[in-house]
């Protein structure tokens, strides 16, 4: 079972003077279970990409199949659609609106018409995979942090027990700490249940440490899809759209060419310290 996008193009303003290509001819399969960074510039098309993942917005032409099925046919139920993609918006503030944080976590599940205890059951679980204190259930969510408050939002999608978990970007103005501390979660999440993780980032750290694949999006078309490694190995390119590659791909490619025989095909400073003391332990003495 999987999301497949088929020749999908998306035009604001179709048959206008302001008309603009957001998305031209985007050709993706999402495969269950998979990490998935998703990443460009502003204006690359990447929300909208993701907006038309839960059927937020339709193609202008196209089609996206979701388990088999085209979610633009007239009979597709786009309410069970929504339930199973979950998008967790940038701004947490525009998901809550509950009095308490259990209650917020509540109310999605309350719609799906299950009974009082089972949708108690999914809140407190999906509380406790998003790492929640149980002292935080019963604040008012807006008395939280931005950190807090985020991981309330990830919970309020996870109480619908999604197949496909789409974040855009959930680090956004947080501390390194925060970040990794949510992120660090997200990956336990997706290893533990096998769900399908999107995450939209500005951060290459961020991706590089945790995706399994990257899709760049420029100009409102896919430009690179592959694993970290292989993405990054384009980093000219990628600052050519205003993008970058991780840090430590620019410090081993910095000591290549000083004449380091350092492996450059890494992404992570745990992959960029292994790579610098291999060279190192195999004999090598700068002159």
């Not at 038309?52 to 786009?78: A, E, R, V, W």
């Not at 308490?100 to 108690?120: A, H, I, R, W, Y």
């Not at 970007?169 to 949510?182: C, N, S, V, W």
């Not at 380091?260 to 004999?283: M, R, S, W």
Request: proline share 4%; net charge negative.
């Amino acid at each position: 079972m999987s999301l497949i996008l088929d020749h999908v193009n998306h035009i604001y303003g179709e048959d206008t003077n302001l008309a603009v290509a957001a998305l031209r001819d985007i050709n993706l399969v999402i495969p269950d279970g998979q990490f998935i960074g998703l990443i460009g510039h502003t204006g690359s098309g990447k929300s909208t990409l993701v907006q038309h993942l839960n059927g937020l917005l339709q193609p202008t032409s196209g089609s996206i199949y979701f388990n088999g099925q085209d979610i633009s046919d007239k009979d597709f139920n786009k309410k069970e659609l929504r339930s199973k993609v979950g998008l967790v918006f940038q701004y947490p503030e525009h998901q809550l609106f509950e009095v308490t944080v259990f209650q917020d976590v509540c109310f999605g599940p309350k719609n799906l018409g299950l009974s009082q205890k089972d949708v108690e059951i999914r809140a407190y679980n999906a509380l406790k995979q998003a790492g929640v204190k149980e002292e935080q259930f019963y604040q008012s969510p807006f008395d939280l942090s931005g950190g807090q408050k985020r991981r309330v939002a990830i919970a309020g999608v996870l109480a619908m027990q999604p197949e496909v978990l789409i974040l855009d970007e959930p680090t956004a103005g947080l501390d390194p700490k925060g970040r990794d501390e949510i992120l660090g979660q997200i990956k336990k999440l997706q290893k533990e249940t096998g769900i399908t993780v999107i995450l939209v980032s500005h951060s290459m750290e961020d991706v590089a440490e945790y995706v399994d694949r990257i899709i760049v999006m420029n100009k409102g078309a896919v430009m690179f899809d592959d694993v970290p490694k292989e993405v990054f190995k384009h980093y000219e390119a990628l600052e050519e759209i205003g993008l970058a590659a991780p840090q430590v791909t620019y410090i081993v490619n910095r000591l290549k060419k000083e004449g380091v025989p350092v492996d450059t095909n890494v992404t992570t400073i745990a992959e960029a310290k292994d790579a610098i003391l291999k060279v190192f332990k195999e004999g090598f003495s700068p002159c």
